[in-house]
């Protein structure tokens, strides 16, 4: 499953991504500092205010650019890699038509996130990967270890919260 875009090649893509919002304050810095060169950032803190999310986004750019990391703005078109949720085989398919780089499934595993989603479990996300045809990210309830059984379904990387701030 090759990248539509050109200015990230396929192994080029972030394995590791972090997922940011509100919940993290502090702990984002620390997280950010950990993060393997080359990973992903997903920045969300959609609940900020417009100029305190400026800000953050300002000195996370900083940050990314010193470390080497990829940052995504979510809810923002025409950036280098358009990422789209895929929560079902229609969203996945959604996400083929309007072109998008990667998917990413979720909720693999039940999340802090949203508590009392229900989660696809393993082989319901890999079938949602499957259908989108592009590099799928999963996210949700995810670690290092349970990446390990996600890769060989298929996955291209994995993303969490949680799991990349909880120590």
């Not at 989108?132 to 060989?152: N, Q, Y």
């Amino acid at each position: 499953m090759a990248l539509r875009h050109p200015s990230i090649p396929p192994k080029a893509l972030p394995t590791l991504w972090l997922m940011t919002d509100e919940r993290m304050g502090e702990a984002l810095w620390a997280a950010l500092d950990r993060l393997p060169r080359g990973s992903g950032v997903v920045f969300r803190h959609f609940a900020t205010t417009p100029a305190e999310r400026a800000a953050i986004f300002a000195r996370l750019a900083r940050v990314a650019a010193r470390r080497r990391l990829i940052v995504v703005r979510a809810g923002v078109t025409g950036q280098t890699l358009h990422l789209h949720p895929g929560h079902s085989v229609r969203e996945a398919i959604a996400a083929r038509r309007r072109k998008a780089d990667v998917i990413l499934v979720s909720p693999v595993y039940p999340t802090r996130t949203h508590p009392g989603a229900r989660a696809l479990g393993p082989l319901r996300a890999a079938t949602i990967a499957r259908a989108a045809g592009i590099p799928a990210i999963a996210l949700g309830g995810m670690t290092r270890t349970r990446f390990k059984r996600m890769k060989s379904l298929g996955f291209a990387g994995w993303a969490a919260i949680d799991g990349l701030t909880s120590r």
